[in-house]
């Protein structure tokens, strides 16, 4: 069992900045790739980036590639997004999860755990 808990959303101007962390419970964090996905109001939830279990592999969502980085620390059970250049259109629930590294990365349900989400607004 993995329990998620996000921090670090909030409201910032366009082309700012947020950092998102995601912190894990649980002795097994460092056998799953992880990954955020964030969601709007009448939308599915939108693959943003993921990273492989040891943190030297990583992918982004065209959307957000050369703006975000995801890492983790597996010393500290904690995988972190950093959300540089905000657009408007990044504005939603950002939700960090956890799925066995087998899985395919862009569809949610090859995820198992979830984290609550953390709200993310950029104004213009």
């Known amino acids: 069992q993995v329990q998620l808990v996000e921090s670090g959303g909030g409201l910032v101007q366009a082309g700012g900045s947020l950092r998102l962390s995601c912190t894990a419970s649980g002795r097994t964090f460092s056998t799953y790739a992880m990954a955020w996905f964030r969601q709007v109001p009448g939308k599915g939830r939108e693959f943003v980036s993921t990273?492989?279990?040891?943190?030297?592999?990583?992918v982004y969502a065209d959307s957000v590639r050369g703006r975000f980085t995801i890492s983790r620390d597996n010393a500290k059970n904690t995988v972190t997004l950093q959300m540089n250049s905000l657009k408007p259109e990044d504005t939603g629930i950002y939700y960090c999860?956890?799925?066995?590294?087998?899985?395919?990365?862009?569809?949610?349900?090859?995820?198992?755990?979830w984290g609550q989400g953390t709200q993310v607004t950029v104004s213009s």
């Open positions: 990273i492989s279990w040891s943190g030297g592999s990583t």
């Open positions: 999860a956890a799925r066995d590294p087998r899985r395919d990365y862009r569809a949610s349900r090859a995820y198992d755990y």
